[in-house]
Nanobody
Framework: VQLQASGGGLVQAGGSLRLSCAAS????????KAWWRQAPGKQRELVAV???????DYAPAVKGRFTISEDNAKNGILLQMNSLEPEDTGVYYC???????????WGEGTLVTVSS
């Protein structure tokens, strides 16, 4: 399975972006889908995760501003990002996980830059 993330770009603080992650095929055993990000000079961190599109969890820094949802048409996920802050700058990656098989599928990432 290949994942393609898109939707990143340059936006001013307070603006919005919507990221999309499309999978090349559907895997029935995927049990979680998530967005991660890596800021310059920092470790990759979990931003948001959804389990079967029902349970959703967010990093404290983005809760109330970001919304993760499933994109069934593309076998992937979306991330709606509102009220963006310069601290949200980084490369955003999508990850689909099959926990029973111990497999993670990563996209190549899309760059988000928030200017102050």
């Amino acid at each position: 399975v290949q994942l393609q993330a898109s939707g990143g770009g340059l936006v001013q603080a307070g603006g919005s972006l919507r990221l999309s992650c499309a999978a090349s095929s559907s895997i029935s055993t995927i049990d979680s889908k998530a967005w991660w990000r890596q800021a310059p000079g920092k470790q990759r961190e979990l931003v948001a995760v959804t389990y079967a599109g029902v349970i959703k969890d967010y990093a404290p820094a983005v809760k109330g501003r970001f919304t993760i949802s499933e994109d069934n048409a593309k076998n992937g996920i979306l991330l709606q990002m509102n009220s963006l802050e310069p601290e949200d700058t980084g490369v955003y990656y999508c990850r689909l996980s099959d926990s029973r098989a111990g497999k993670d599928y990563w996209g190549e990432g899309t760059l988000v830059t928030v200017s102050s």
